[in-house]
């Protein structure tokens, strides 16, 4: 299957699009979400490419490279700081909720994101792939043990280990870090897995983790896309897309695909 050669798929923005993505859902056997940025906008962080994003007041080649945390620590964690206190401040919005409740009636079986934020778990979901690490704990450098984010105090950084006085560091992936092997892994046997492929709040060009439903594609699986405006996925990848806030479309998804169940 040559990729490239798609033209752009079909774009909705109004019921017809939520109808199709649930009866599409109810007929799939297997499918998973993946998630980027976008649907955490809707929970108070924006997008660090946007901007009003962490890149547009610090540039990711001085202060999110893993080189430059190792360099300069304290540099780095003016940063990590601004981020830390927006990643502990976020609740999940309903597109969090709607995906968590898919999976507890058992129809998503996988939710791969991008996100380091710990909202899809905050909103329910069992089995999530952080593909990109998380924010919610610290590691030592030295000893590996490890802390809750919510128990740093911002006022005290560069935060050590209370057990060896180590440079802690957040388990995210910096730049020139590599993904989690775990992560990869598991995502990847889940991408080639799914039948169906619901692509929420991500425009799908930050790699390896584009590959993902790239992969899906690949397999065989549907690929329906959730984003505020058209993406590269829109033009390459997805089979249609519906246009608009994840928080108010995945819910409505998730209703229309309940009231199937019922009939």
């Known amino acids: ?91 999940p919005n309903p597109a969090h909720v709607g995906l968590a409740e898919l999976e507890k009636i058992g129809k998503v079986r996988t939710i791969i994101t991008q996100n380091v934020d710990g909202l899809h778990q905050a909103a329910g979901s069992q089995n999530v792939i952080e593909f990109h690490g998380s924010g919610a704990t610290l590691s030592c450098l030295s000893c590996k043990s490890t802390i809750s984010a919510e128990k740093l105090s911002l006022e005290d950084l560069p935060p050590t280990c209370s057990q060896c006085n180590t440079l802690m560091k957040p388990d995210v992936v910096f730049f020139g870090e590599p993904i989690p092997w775990d992560a990869y892994v598991s995502a990847m046997e889940a991408a080639r897995g799914c039948d169906l492929v619901l692509v929420v709040g991500t425009s799908g060009v930050v790699y390896p983790a584009a590959d993902i439903p790239i992969t899906a594609k690949e397999s065989g699986a549907k690929i329906i896309e959730i984003n505020l405006e058209p993406t590269p996925l829109t033009q390459r990848i997805s089979d249609y897309m519906i246009q608009g806030m994840c928080g108010e479309i995945v819910p409505q998804v998730v209703e229309t695909f309940k009231k199937l169940l019922d009939r």
């Open 1 to 91: 299957m040559d990729l490239r050669q798609k033209e752009g798929a079909i774009r909705y923005m109004d019921q017809e699009g939520i109808q199709r993505a649930a009866e599409d859902l109810f007929r799939s056997s297997e499918a998973i979400a993946f998630t980027g940025a976008g649907i955490s906008v809707e929970s108070g962080i924006p997008d660090f490419r946007g901007a009003t994003g962490l890149w547009s007041k610090y540039n990711p080649e001085e202060y999110a490279t893993i080189e430059a945390f190792h360099a300069d620590p304290e540099k780095v964690w003016k940063m990590l700081k601004e981020m830390t206190s927006l990643l502990i401040e976020a609740k």
